[in-house]
């Protein structure tokens, strides 16, 4: 993060890096520069450091400073999608005969990326609960390179306390990663509290329209920024202008959503804990949640996300699912609109018969920014 910003608030560096003025005609957006290459003064006389945009983009530059700022970081990397974002991580830091510690509960698209294709490669994983440091700790081994952390985490809410796995990461000398997508840096900051890179699915809160597709990565260490920026130019996923672009403008407003995502979550989940026919409600925000206190300290507030947990099994999840109105039913999450879906069939598919199946009986909620009422009506009519 730059010295420009290190000193102001969430909300004013969420508007204000990496979009300076354009140079030449003082627009206050930074242009979305769709262009593949760049005219050079000369031979190797780049203009910005700019040669083709596959190596760097200005939009791209600009969200990615924006990024490395809104997290505390070094550097920022934006890429064509969250698992691609995964994807430069691991293959930056790992090699065949490598271990990574991964959590019992985590998206599904994850666990298909180290199952089915990191495996493959010659890296192998455990499964820990992240939210109990002995599980985490005793799961490492003398190959263990990376410790990979949800928190809050997808689709049961969970919370790891970073601190305190960062802590055992350090003893042990290998690196922590943290999925910071359900929270966002407005709720939570993971690089502050140790962390030493963390990852995003931009599509999700940071654009928070339901209109892009883009992954991120923002480290703590200039050195390894510059590493994984080497590999994100080799392997060519990049985050493009455009997509860039969207980002950056759905980030202007992701404190002000985040505080009514999580406040509209606040009363549906108070309406949930209430309901007959809900036997039980995931959401860090209620006192009775074992990873409360943690969440507590570690974020601003406890997010739009909850799942929930309903009598008659996978059909009765399933058919509130799908007599749901104003919850659109659908994958992804973090959008404006509110969401619901039945992981078990639908974003964690991949994980059914692994130690990170979810239960058949659960519902995910992305809620939105309407009016809570509304949300709370709409579910009631769903649930019967």
């Not at 609960?129 to 005793?138: A, C, E, K």
Request: glycine letters at 10%; hydrophobic letters at 40%.
């Amino acid at each position: 993060m730059s010295d420009q910003h290190s000193h102001q608030s969430f909300e004013t560096r969420a508007i204000h890096a990496g979009n300076t003025a354009d140079p030449l005609t003082g627009a206050v957006v930074p242009p979305i520069y769709q262009v593949s290459t760049y005219k050079q003064d000369g031979v190797g006389g780049l203009r910005g450091g700019y040669e083709y945009s596959r190596s760097a983009n200005p939009t791209r530059t600009a969200l990615e400073e924006n990024l490395a700022a809104l997290e505390g970081g070094r550097r920022g990397l934006a890429f064509a999608s969250g698992l691609a974002a995964e994807d430069c991580l691991l293959r930056t830091l790992l090699v065949p005969g490598d271990h990574v510690v991964i959590p019992n509960d985590a998206y599904g698209g994850t666990f298909r990326l180290f199952a089915k294709v990191v495996e493959r490669w010659g890296v192998d994983f455990s499964v820990a609960n992240t939210s109990d440091v002995d599980s985490v700790r005793g799961a490492i081994n003398d190959r263990t390179k990376l410790i990979w952390v949800e928190t809050p985490s997808n689709p049961l809410l969970g919370i790891t306390d970073i601190e305190a796995v960062a802590g055992v990461a350090r003893q042990a000398g290998v690196k922590l990663v943290v999925d910071n997508t359900f929270a966002s840096p407005y709720l939570q900051q993971p690089l502050a509290l140790g962390a030493d890179v963390v990852v995003h699915s931009l599509t999700k809160y940071m654009g928070g329209h339901s209109d892009v597709v883009g992954g991120a990565l923002v480290t703590a260490d200039a050195e390894l920024g510059e590493e994984l920026a080497y590999h994100q130019n080799a392997m060519g996923a990049v985050a493009g202008p455009f997509d860039s672009w969207i980002v950056l403008r759905g980030i202007k407003t992701l404190a002000v959503r985040m505080d009514r995502h999580s406040e509209n979550a606040g009363k549906v989940t108070e309406m949930l804990t209430q309901h007959p026919k809900v036997t039980q409600v995931l959401y860090p925000g209620l006192p009775e949640h074992p990873g409360h206190e943690v969440a507590a300290k570690q974020m601003r507030a406890f997010g739009g996300m909850i799942s929930f947990r309903v009598e008659g099994g996978e059909e009765a999840a399933v058919q509130v699912c799908n007599r749901a109105k104003l919850f659109t039913l659908g994958e992804s999450l973090g959008g404006v609109e509110s969401l619901i879906e039945h992981p078990g069939r639908m974003t964690h598919a991949s994980v059914a018969g692994s130690a990170l199946e979810v239960p058949a009986d659960l519902v995910r909620l992305s809620v939105g920014i309407e009016n809570a009422d509304d949300l709370i009506a709409d579910l009631r009519e769903a649930l019967g």
